[in-house]
């Protein structure tokens, strides 16, 4: 019956269209998860490498057959296993369209949680494999983005720099899909930044399904006749009726997309291929039953034909914002995820950081070649970290990596992966860096081993051991940014008696505080702080850190309990805070009422075995947020626990034990300079006693109107207006209140007064999270999770049993509102962008000209930030299912080299009085202190296309945008 009410549908449109048929554009796909319940070496093992070797053959049969690939971490891995035949005929097979790439990345990475700089690189590796093998033409100019949780506007801005002209999307809110599908919008125009230029705006298609549009497959078809087994008609009509309920989502019927595969498909090649060849056959052969012509073809084809049919995009709607949060039911949310796994989501944001300033350095290395007896060999060794680090981050930023939606043993595979890449990276920093800053002496000798702390948030930093042996130890520090800044740096220490000079002998300002959030077995009992000032843009200092037991030049601090009344923190130049003497809690930042407190959510497990699991009662997981009614629980305080505070000239803190079950402990510290209050979280193992788990959260409490909206980031670009949904309307229904007012944000969060002279708050973090704002003038940020296993959907990565540790810092400024934006875009770049600190071996007693002090103080404006600067190879040389096989085929530079220049305008239009403004950058100024500019060509995002050549040397940047450039640099 159903299939008859379809071919009259069918019917219907035939006659309307006359003698056009409704083309059907099959789009043959495998969807690859590089880990998700495998790790991707097992997926690439047991699926991936089997489905490309027998897709390659399928389609070298039939020319007519064509493919479409995503993840080029497994093509690559399988391309360099190929011989030179097998690679050429692939080469063809691209030349001629029928193997065709969409995206190109690393992977199909995650939008929610994943920040621009990781995208960017991973995107650029993928894009530069293609142009480097297949060429330019092999390029994708459309988006696939068929299974994350949602899409974001930050990542689709960047899409569109990359030169994409469409995206495809699936998993929304179910009932915006809803809405959407029935007004027939599920094709619209996207304009993702706030001055809706062209060159931002991408043509958006949400697939006809939120949950399983991507998926169709057929079973082994049987065409002939006189087979009791016959059954293309009966697969024929099911096709069609797929067809038609995609041409009732869509304000067009000339063209429909209809992917053909689903996760891991084509593994038995070429029976889809040929499944899929009978039915085509069967319905082309019948346009009067069906009026249906299926072709095999591409998205970009698909896109050219609804352009030329309907007039351009000038039919489709216009939308402004992001798909979040992702939703399949009235109570199954998505917005856990955001969240999950904090400590996976820390070390990736760390790891990054550190591959971003060996790129520098690699920079720096170059154009000190010829100074630098040693430079060859430096040059590889970060070459070969910086291969490592893109490697694994890169594919960390895959939509189960990054949200922490894959199994455990999985999640434990990606974060060994990056942590190995970053102990590579940071030994060739730390060597090529002391390399960089030394004389050569007797003191100071050429080859001088170098080291880093392993984990300076808990205090572990073995590299200040020879302390405790009354030993010096150097240290060479590196500003990864183009500015000029003054801070207080923090460093671990064994023993409470040290001080700091720079290369000169000079004493530098220092105190020494008891640590806090050390860790109980290796981390160190003090903590020294440092003030440097007037650090060069892209600078080194060389500083000595020196036993000393002279209180004149010693100062100490030790933690004491200063009673329950409230306690000021306040030190020279910098913010202040007050905070509870019996809690620990924050009451004010600066003179305005700031309270704050660690709380809690229940999550909804209970009865879960008995009762099932289904969209429509769903348990919290790692990607859903399920409360139990009643709000967040206070942890209260420990019993039994004082605060302790210390006061310095430098800094000043408190410090407090919150929960012992679930090691909670909470810190507020503020420092000479610094404008912003660091509220410093130490969370987990979360306890379990409860039989279902937390969702630990802390809330910031303020008497701000607000109007029930708060701001987050779009991966780490753009900030996005949210509103609390509370009230049901036609379209929109809240079922859960605190999950559907959850949204994700990667650095910042902010609330503002109505009043536009009023004052706001703003949080900035160096981890993805989820944020709210249940109340007026409060802003809520979720710390950390663990769910007790109920039988939650434990196969396919619902299960959530996290018993990492993780310690977080969340920088607090409260201002004006015309400040506001200033304060967390200057924060999240210092925080992003830390001060490196390497370590240098053997007793140090001498000092010396430091080489690399006379640096510019500032390179770049105010409003421009140096996005990426670093050296060209000629391929990318490292494999992350196997880092030791890591290669470096490149030698230094020597005199000229290719380099790869980002620059980005960190204010969007219109969100600050003077620094949102077009800025001129005049490039050959900028790296005159390092080399001569030879030429300069202006490329896509990716750097995979070039887009003007020679343009000149000073370019323009608007708000948000992110220039790239392919430089020649003589040095």
Not at 414 to 441: C, F, L, R
């Amino acid at each position: 019956m159903l299939f008859k009410i379809v071919a009259v549908l069918a019917a219907c449109i035939c006659n309307n269209y006359a003698t056009k048929l409704t083309r059907v554009h099959v789009i043959p796909h495998s969807h690859e998860d590089p880990g998700w319940l495998e790790t991707e070496d097992q997926y690439y093992r047991n699926d991936s490498r089997q489905i490309i070797t027998n897709v390659v053959k399928s389609l070298r049969q039939n020319s007519s057959r064509v493919f479409h690939y995503v993840e080029m971490v497994y093509l690559r891995r399988w391309w360099l296993e190929q011989n030179t035949t097998t690679q050429d005929a692939v080469k063809q097979l691209v030349k001629n369209k029928q193997l065709m790439f969409l995206t190109g990345g690393l992977c199909m990475n995650d939008e929610a949680t994943t920040h621009q700089t990781a995208i960017i690189d991973q995107m650029t590796w993928g894009h530069r494999f293609l142009n480097n093998t297949f060429g330019a033409d092999a390029l994708p100019t459309v988006g696939w983005q068929i299974d994350p949780f949602g899409h974001a506007a930050g990542y689709t801005t960047l899409t569109a720099e990359m030169g994409f002209e469409a995206f495809i999307g699936q998993k929304t809110d179910y009932q915006e899909f809803d809405a959407r599908n029935k007004s027939k919008q599920l094709e619209f125009n996207w304009y993702t930044d706030y001055e809706n230029k062209p060159n931002t705006t991408v043509f958006g298609h949400l697939m006809w399904d939120n949950t399983k549009g991507y998926s169709y497959v057929l079973p082994n078809i049987i065409d002939d006749p006189t087979n009791p087994l016959y059954n293309v008609k009966k697969y024929a009509e099911s096709v069609a009726e797929s067809v038609y309920q995609r041409v009732a989502s869509y304000s067009h019927a000339s063209d429909i997309l209809f992917p053909y595969g689903t996760d891991f498909w084509f593994q038995d090649a070429p029976v889809p291929f040929e499944n899929m060849e009978k039915i085509m056959k069967y319905i082309n052969n019948r346009p009067q039953v069906f009026g249906l012509e299926l072709v095999y073809s591409s998205p970009k084809a698909y896109f050219d034909a609804v352009r030329k049919d309907n007039s351009g995009q000038s039919k489709f709607t216009n939308y402004k914002g992001d798909f979040f949060p992702t939703s399949f039911g009235p109570h199954y949310i998505r917005s856990g995820y955001y969240t999950s796994r904090p400590a996976s989501k820390g070390t990736d944001r760390v790891v990054w950081a550190e591959g971003h300033s060996a790129k520098l350095l690699q920079f720096l290395l170059s154009a000190q070649a010829a100074k630098i007896p040693e430079a060859s060999s430096l040059y590889k060794h970060l070459e070969v970290g910086i291969a490592a680090v893109e490697a694994s981050v890169g594919v960390h930023q895959h939509h189960d990596a990054m949200p922490g939606t894959d199994l455990e043993f999985v999640a434990e595979n990606y974060a060994q992966m990056m942590v190995s890449a970053g102990a590579t990276v940071t030994k060739a920093m730390a060597d090529a860096a002391i390399a960089m800053s030394s004389v050569e002496d007797e003191s100071n000798p050429s080859g001088a081993s170098g080291s880093t702390c392993e984990a300076a948030n808990v205090s572990i930093c073995t590299a200040t051991g020879p302390l405790a042996h009354n030993e010096s130890v150097s240290m060479v520090l590196f500003n990864p940014l183009a500015s000029m800044r003054t801070e207080v740096i923090e460093i671990p220490v064994p023993v409470s008696g040290v001080i700091a000079k720079d290369s000169s002998g000079k004493l530098l300002q220092s105190e020494v505080h008891h640590s806090i959030m050390a860790d109980p077995v290796q981390g160190s009992p003090y903590t020294l702080f440092i003030l440097l000032e007037n650090m060069n843009a892209l600078g080194m200092k060389m500083i000595h850190l020196i036993p000393a037991s002279d209180s004149n030049f010693v100062h100490r601090y030790n933690a004491s309990y200063e009673g329950n009344n409230d306690i000021e923190l306040h030190v020279s130049s910098g913010a202040s805070a007050t905070v509870s003497g019996t809690t620990g809690d924050v009451v004010k930042i600066g003179a305005a009422n700031v309270s704050s407190a660690l709380n809690y959510y229940k999550p909804d497990m209970a009865n879960n075995m008995s009762r099932g699991w289904t969209s429509s009662n769903p348990c919290s997981s790692a990607y859903a947020f399920r409360p139990q009614p009643g709000g967040p629980i206070s942890y209260g305080m420990e019993e039994g626990e004082t605060v302790m505070v210390s006061k310095g000239k430098l800094v000043a803190q408190s410090y407090v034990v919150i929960n012992k079950a679930s090691s909670v402990q909470f810190a507020v510290r503020v420092k000479a300079t610094d404008p912003s209050v660091h509220l410093i979280v130490g969370a987990g193992p979360l306890e379990t006693s409860n039989g279902v788990g937390q969702e630990m959260v802390m809330n910031l409490q303020t008497a701000l109107n607000t109007n029930a909206t708060w701001y987050t980031d779009s991966n780490g670009l753009q900030l996005m207006k949210r509103k609390l949904r509370v009230n049901a309307t036609s379209d929109y229904i809240v079922y859960e209140p605190e999950a559907q007012n959850y949204y994700p944000s990667t650095s910042i969060a902010a609330i503002r007064d109505i009043d536009e002279k009023g004052d706001g708050l703003s949080l900035v973090y160096t981890s993805s999270r989820g944020v709210t704002s249940q109340k007026a003038g409060v802003l809520e940020v979720m710390v950390h999770r663990r769910l007790v296993d109920n039988g939650c959907r434990v196969d396919q990565g619902y299960q959530l049993d996290d018993a990492h540790r993780v310690v977080n810092t969340f920088l607090v400024q409260m201002g004006s509102n015309a400040n506001l934006s200033s304060a967390y875009r200057l924060d999240s770049l210092r925080a992003e962008n830390p001060i490196s600190m390497f370590f240098k071996s053997g007793t140090h007693d001498k000092f010396s000209t430091f080489r690399n002090e006379n640096q510019p103080q500032s390179l770049l404006p105010a409003n421009v930030h140096l996005h990426t600067l670093r050296v060209l190879g000629e391929d990318l040389r490292c494999d992350p299912f196997d880092l030791q096989k890591c290669k470096a085929n490149q030698e230094a530079q020597g005199t000229t080299a290719e380099v790869l220049l980002r620059l980005q305008h960190i204010y969007g239009v219109a969100e600050h009085a003077s620094f949102s403004k077009p800025e001129v950058v005049d490039v050959m100024s900028f790296l005159a202190p390092f080399g001569t500019l030879v030429s300069m060509d202006e490329v896509s995002l990716t750097a995979s296309k070039t887009l003007t050549d020679n343009i000149g040397f000073e370019v323009s940047i608007e708000p948000f945008q992110i220039k790239t450039f392919k430089c020649i640099v003589r040095f």
